[in-house]
T-cell receptor, first 116, second 115 residues
């Protein structure tokens, strides 16, 4: 099956700093990538959808300036959490799929972000 | 907007027994996809099974099968011959056939397998 690699798997950063999370599709062209946030023992909440070469579409309530998403190539999307605060601590998951109605979305391993 | 509801926060089953996880959804669309994902302690999301709404036949993948009732908007997952490795969070998810095709997840059901 298709592989999506997310890096880093864990990151700790200080309040006020920015942290970047990468999501790569290793063996297919990801025309669309999705970024989710998952709180402990909760479901996945979609943050934004990004299409290669276009601006990301953010879900209601997600701050665009805090969660910067870049999808500059067909194999890489990045999520940058800017000016991180402890409340941004969470598990972030990306998924990627290629163009087509019937194509699957494949998930990365997730990134646990801790802001101290 | 579409919604997905999993009314069982936790379920448990004896090893080798059968368990059914419930899922209902709300949509006005006629063409869509439904999925069950497994999230083990590693947190990696794993696709268990998918169902196309236009197909009347219920999907089956080895020990996993679904009961898809389109009129009732119900999509349950049956796990037969439960194994210890089946222990995980299970999420039901909906995806439109058109538009952004983003996944909408249910709240999840934590499945425990008792040896």
């Amino acid at each position: 099956g298709a592989v999506v690699s997310q890096h880093p798997s864990r990151v700790i950063c200080k309040s006020g700093t920015s942290v970047k999370i990468e999501c790569r599709s290793l063996d297919f062209q990801a025309t669309t990538m999705f970024w989710y946030r998952q709180f402990p023992k909760k479901s996945l909440m979609l943050m934004a959808t990004s299409n290669e070469g276009s601006k990301a579409t953010y879900e209601q309530g997600v701050e665009k300036d805090k969660f910067l998403i870049n999808h500059a190539s067909l194999t890489l999307s990045t999520l940058t959490v800017t000016s991180a605060h402890p409340e941004d601590s969470s598990f972030y998951i990306c998924s990627a799929r290629t163009l087509g109605v019937d194509t699957e979305a494949f998930f990365g391993q997730g990134t646990r972000l801790t802001v101290v | 907007a579409q919604t997905v509801t999993q009314s069982q926060p936790e379920m448990s089953v004896q090893e080798a027994e059968t368990v059914t996880l419930s899922c209902t959804y709300d949509t006005s669309e006629s063409d869509y996809y439904l999925f069950w994902y497994k999230q083990p302690p590693s947190r990696q999301m794993i696709l268990v099974i998918r169902q196309e709404a236009y197909k009347q036949q219920n999907a089956t993948e080895n020990r996993f099968s679904v009961n898809f009732q389109k009129a009732a908007k119900s999509f349950s997952l049956k796990i037969s011959d439960s194994q210890l490795g089946d222990a995980a969070m299970y999420f039901c998810a909906y995806r439109s056939a058109g538009g952004a095709q983003k996944l909408v997840f249910g709240q999840g059901t934590r499945l425990t397998i008792n040896p």
